[in-house]
């Protein structure tokens, strides 16, 4: 058993310390620093922990929607943020030739970016989710 905490059990206790013991004390006019702050530290915790899902749930539906892009291997760091960037680009690339212009392909499409834009709005602001 692991007793060493990962990074997003660390920002969540920092965060905790900065609501409960720091921002209390802060001056009336430092207070809205301090809560940007606590909200910066949770979704830095969120994107920790469900980033890289994030990013290869998408980068998977983005292979699917271009008929395949298939790497040699699975991307992992860097790689796969730089995979990302190219299935993007790809995506454009697509779009504005018009291959997304029938309706299958219209509804496929729109489909990845609602997804997409859940995914990522989870981990930026999960009240836009739940409301």
Avoid: C
């Avoid at 834009?117 to 409301?131: E, L, T």
Wanted: proline fraction near 5%; charged fraction near 30%; charge should be neutral.
């Amino acid at each position: 058993m692991n007793s060493i905490s990962d990074a997003a059990d660390l920002m969540a206790t920092a965060r905790e310390a900065l609501l409960n013991d720091v921002l209390p004390a802060l001056p009336k006019d430092r207070r809205y620093a301090g809560l940007m702050i606590a909200n910066v530290m949770a979704m830095a915790a969120r994107e920790h922990a469900r980033g890289g899902a994030a990013m290869r749930d998408e980068a998977e539906r983005l292979r699917t929607l271009l008929g395949g892009f298939d790497p040699l291997a699975t991307p992992t760091g860097e790689e796969a943020d730089s995979e990302l960037r190219a299935l993007r680009r790809a995506l454009s690339v697509a779009i504005r030739r018009g291959r997304f212009d029938d309706p299958p392909s219209r509804r496929a499409l729109e489909a990845h970016i609602a997804q997409t834009a859940a995914d990522w709005a989870a981990i930026s602001n999960p009240k836009v989710i739940r409301a």
